[in-house]
């Protein structure tokens, strides 16, 4: 059954395929087919119907076949019959494979065997008749020797002794042989001459072959006298080995005889056929050379050879020590069996090595040549050991039937789980589209939400921002402030639920635009300073000098995070510090420089005095101070990237240990108890670790119960080039930067015996271009004024150094009072305070008024203050958000402006806030009002469009806008239409440029965001 849904499956992916080809082809043809004219279109028009119905039929006939597996195998009524009958077939086919595969292999290897064995054989074969040759061309070339230095000589110049002595210093060179002896030729009639000079009687050897003596009764002399013949061939030479051949005559005997005529005749080296050598009894044979005459010529006849026959030289060979010796060099000698035959009768072949040890019952043959086509012989091998089990073959063949079944198995189980997977595919595809409508769902409920709660929230803030603008005492402006806080609050917990919602969907993006990192800072400072004094907690940042002046990236998403950090650490912090430090990451890990990093652990490193936790601990793990990571920051293909690292330092009452593993998680707060004392949803730390992701940076965290915390991430930016001409003519609009020019070229001295605090002085104040000196107490500090080579133009003394001791700081001053006295303009002297009511009365602050500095300092508040005091540049000191005000009034004074709205306490609002800033205002409530007031000509320089009205939405009519637009004669004319609405989704951003608006504003209005968008349009008046 599972097997069935397999091949089903297989026909499904098939029918996919044809109806995608028959698609194609059929999209193709018709193309074709409709390209034609009506020229051929009766030629073809009816061969173009029939293939369309044969596509239709192919494509009928595969959507049948698909409904048939549907019907019968995709069924669940199938029979398991059927299925059991297929894995019985499978199980006996790879039973019969396997034996095939048995058989095969047993055949591979049988024939392996015998391979190996003719390589054997035939290896032993050629050694042998290699050696041999090598004998028999030595003994052929004594056979010239003899001939030219006895017979050619006259008297000979070889005797027994020489011959005997030469032979056996030349016996390594016929390894094969064990003695050589020479025969000469004698006549009858030159017999009885010959005997005497011999000194012997020749003998006769037939006595000796037809009977046999043992080596020790074999005596010479006791052999008879060789019988009366034509001609005799007896022994005058031998090697010693064989010397008792010596005067026998090889003719008498039956073997030699044969062997002696035919080599004289033949001129060629003849062998014996094998027989038992004399003396010896062992099993030998004879190789026989005529010596001849040397003016014998090369072309003579057998006559003529018989003729010029001197002697013969003949070489013994004992062939069962010649082949032993022979396979004692083969290390396999052990295992093969060796016989060697002389064939030369093929009925009845001679053994002349070998045994009857019984083997193996294969062997293989190989023939011998040694020289002599008379004479045939053969080489026996054959295996000692019988061949062993084809274990291979076994183990093979069983595997291979086991993996089958395995196979078999697995197939089954496969299927099965198929068919269950498709099941579950379903069912998944059900929930995936259940899933999809939810979270439709959900994102329509979460703009419909931003949207119902913001409106109102925009009335509410609305009026509240102009009842501000009223006469009221100082109670109700307090009412008032109280309320705007908690809308604030409100809208803002509203923010960071719809974030959390964007970064689950995916859908938060980040911009890429110009900003100054130091102005952030700025007006995140001002946003938390008043809660700071309040607390009496130091707030500070510090921005070290290698970051760069303009950055390019999402300034908004980074002001989320400090502002997300910042505002955990002013809740949970109620004395001591909150210390914000930014620096490059390189600058980080190359340096110790870094004095809070250095000295972290010491109390008076800190900018409070009090311990904090290592923040070296936070960002230790970073990927970013990874060998890694420093080479992908620091090469030279990203010297456009700016890799920063940002430390928020507190002194507050730390995280507890068992709640730091969840700090992260979206909605958990570290305890019931804190979460009641300090308020908020949890989730501010949850946006930050995805925000800080999405600009490729990392966040940690090290914190130390009842001592503080300290909150580290790194962020990617880009450095903005002077030479970008895509971000040239962008503005900072964050915080307008003060007239620095009026303090270039004066000098302060700054007196704070804490090093990390001075330093924070120093970079605000270098910020406006003054020349800064530390000292750490007012002796020093006097010390270095009445120096009369340094001018110093202002004092700054940290509350702390100021009311330390008051006979110090009365002398002090009555010192700076002396240079007055010398003409000489004295410094300006300044207190740095933590809060306006921290300065306690003293004997010193009584009698003289000295101007104090409010801290956190920031660049803004610190030239507005020197400004006012030393009576340089501008000595106003506007509050925050006045900058924007006056500069909203300069850009929409006299401007006609439209706004849309269904809602009349919205229009009321945005008309309250637009007229505030001396705008002509118009208002109407819907799309369609708006169109009619905007047909040519008009009068209006901007229109403020509400994005959700019924009848007609804000996309609706701002696109009928554009069509009225692009409609005129005058096609330049483009009217700045501008969102306004509560819903803050991306999506919906986006959705509005798409439909021609120009801008965004999100309601209720924010100076800030208000004067981004207008400036875009309207240049000041």
């Known amino acids: ?293 040397t003016d014998l010529p090369s072309n003579a006849t057998p006559n003529e050879r018989i003729e010029a026959t001197d002697g013969y030289l003949g070489g013994v060979f004992e062939i069962e020590s010649l082949v032993e010796k022979l396979l004692q060099q083969l290390a396999s000698k052990q295992t093969v069996i060796v016989n060697v035959y002389d064939t030369t009768n093929h009925t009845h072949p001679i053994p002349m090595y070998g045994s009857n040890e019984s083997g193996d019952v294969f062997y293989h043959v190989s023939h011998l040549n ?204 109620d004395k001591g510090h909150i210390f914000v430090t930014i620096h490059l990451v390189e600058e980080v890990f190359h340096s110790i420089e870094v004095e809070r990093e250095s000295t972290s652990k010491d109390i008076e490193g800190t900018l409070s005095g009090l311990p904090v936790a290592d923040g070296r601990r936070s960002w230790e793990g970073f990927r970013a101070f990874s060998n890694e990571g420093l080479l992908g920051s620091f090469s030279s ?113 700054v007196i704070d015996p804490r090093a990390v605090r001075a330093e924070v002085s120093r970079y605000h104040i270098q910020r406006l271009g003054i020349r800064v000196e530390i000292v750490s107490d007012l002796k020093r500090g006097l010390s270095f004024i009445s120096n009369k080579n340094v001018v110093i133009n202002m004092i700054l003394i940290e509350q702390e150094v100021w009311e330390k001791d008051s006979s110090i700081s009365s002398n002090f001053v009555n010192n700076i009072r002396k240079i007055e006295v010398d003409n000489v303009v004295p410094p300006k002297l300044f207190i740095l305070v933590n809060s306006s009511s921290s300065l306690r009365s003293s004997s010193v602050t009584s009698s003289v008024h000295n101007p104090t500095i409010t801290k956190p300092l920031r660049a803004s508040m610190l030239a507005a203050s020197l400004q006012r005091a030393m009576g340089v540049g501008n000595k106003g000191n506007p509050r925050n958000g006045e900058h924007q005000g006056l500069s909203l009034h300069h850009l929409l004074s006299g401007r006609k402006i439209l706004i849309v709205d269904d809602n009349s306490v919205n229009r009321t609002v945005a008309a309250g806030a637009l007229k505030k800033y001396g705008a002509e205002v118009v208002c109407v409530s819907s799309g369609k009002d708006a169109i009619s007031m905007l047909k040519q000509p008009h009068q209006f320089d901007a229109c403020f469009m509400d994005v959700q009205m019924p009848e007609m939405d804000g996309f609706e009519a701002t696109s009928r806008i554009r069509e009225i637009e692009r409609s005129v004669n005058n096609s330049k004319f483009h009217l700045p239409i501008l969102a306004m609405t509560a819903d803050v989704i991306q999506a919906t951003h986006e959705e509005c440029l798409k439909r021609g608006m120009d801008g965004y504003v999100s309601k209720p209005f924010e100076a800030e965001q208000l004067y981004r968008e207008v400036s875009k349009f309207f240049q000041s008046s």
């Not at 000079?197 to 003596?213: A, F, H, S």
């Open 370 to 573: 040694f020289g002599d086509p008379f004479r045939k012989h053969e080489m026996h091998c054959r295996f000692k050991q019988k061949p062993p089990w084809p274990w291979l073959a076994i183990t093979t063949s069983i595997g291979i039937l086991i993996i089958a079944l395995l196979v078999g198995h697995i197939f089954h189980a496969t299927v099965n789980r198929i068919a269950k997977v498709e099941e579950d595919c379903r069912k998944m595809t059900e929930l995936k589209k259940l899933a999809e409508e939810a979270d439709v769902a959900k994102s329509q409920f979460l703009a419909t939400v931003s949207h119902e709660i913001r409106t109102p929230m925009n009335g509410v803030l609305g009026m509240m921002n102009m009842l501000m603008d009223t006469d009221l005492d100082v109670t109700q402006q307090e009412y008032v402030r109280t309320a705007q806080g908690s809308g604030k609050a409100l809208v803002s917990i509203i923010n960071e639920v719809l974030d959390q919602a964007k970064i689950k969907s995916g859908k938060l993006k980040l911009e890429a635009v110009l900003f100054d990192i130091r102005a952030i800072m700025d007006d995140v400072l001002s946003l938390f300073s008043e809660k700071s004094q309040g607390k009496g907690v130091e707030l500070a940042v510090y921005v070290s000098d290698q970051v760069p002046e303009q950055l390019i990236g999402d300034p908004g998403r980074f002001r989320q995070i400090i502002t997300n950090l910042m505002g955990n650490s002013i809740k949970f912090t």
């Open 1 to 293: 059954m599972s097997l069935l849904h397999v091949i089903g499956f297989g026909l499904k992916v098939g029918h996919l395929l044809l109806v995608l080809c028959c698609w194609i082809i059929s999209v193709i043809y018709i193309n074709w087919f409709n390209s034609m004219d009506t020229t051929k279109m009766g030629f073809l028009g009816d061969g173009g119907k029939m293939w369309l119905k044969w596509w239709e039929k192919i494509l009928c006939s595969t959507c049948k076949i698909h409904q048939h597996y549907y019907h019968c195998i995709g069924s669940k009524k199938v029979r398991g019959t059927l299925w059991r009958k297929l894995l019985l077939t499978w199980v006996l086919g790879w039973c019969i494979v396997s034996l095939w595969i048995f058989c095969c292999m047993s055949l591979q290897a049988t024939e392996k065997r015998k391979e190996t064995l003719a390589s054997m054989c035939d290896e032993r074969a050629r050694m042998l008749q290699d050696q041999f040759n090598v004998s028999m061309n030595h003994i052929q070339a004594m056979s010239i020797l003899i001939s030219t230095f006895h017979h050619a000589k006259n008297p000979s110049a070889i005797d027994q002794r020489t011959f005997a002595k030469y032979t056996e210093r030349t016996a390594f060179e016929r390894p094969l042989t064990s003695g050589v002896a020479y025969a000469v030729r004698a006549l009858h009639s030159e017999r009885e001459q010959f005997e005497k000079q011999q000194g012997w009687t020749i003998k006769r050897m037939d006595t000796l072959e037809q009977n046999p003596v043992h080596e020790d009764d074999y005596v010479p002399d006791a052999l008879e006298p060789s019988p009366i013949h034509e001609e005799y061939a007896p022994v005058i030479f031998a090697q010693d080995t064989i010397s008792h051949v010596i005067s026998i005559d090889v003719l008498s005997g039956k073997e030699d005889r044969e062997n002696v005529l035919r080599a004289r005749e033949s001129g060629k080296g003849v062998l014996t056929a094998p027989f038992r050598l004399l003396k010896t009894n062992r099993l030998g044979v004879i190789l026989t050379f005529a010596v001849y005459k």
């Open 637 to 749: 293909s990203s010297n456009d990237l700016v890799n920063l690292i940002v430390s928020v330092e507190d002194t507050g009452e730390g995280i507890p240990l068992e709640a730091q593993s969840m700090i992260f998680i979206p909605f958990m707060q570290v305890g019931s108890s804190m979460s009641k004392k300090h308020g908020g949803t949890g989730i501010g730390l949850s946006i930050s670790k995805c925000l800080v992701g999405l600009m490729n940076g990392e966040i940690g965290f090290v914190s130390e119960p009842k001592i503080g915390s300290t909150f580290t991430f790194t962020a990617m930016f880009t450095n903005a080039c002077p030479h970008s001409n895509e971000f040239k003519t962008q503005q900072i609009n964050n915080q307008p930067h003060p007239a620095f020019s009026d303090f270039h070229g004066m000098a302060a001295l």
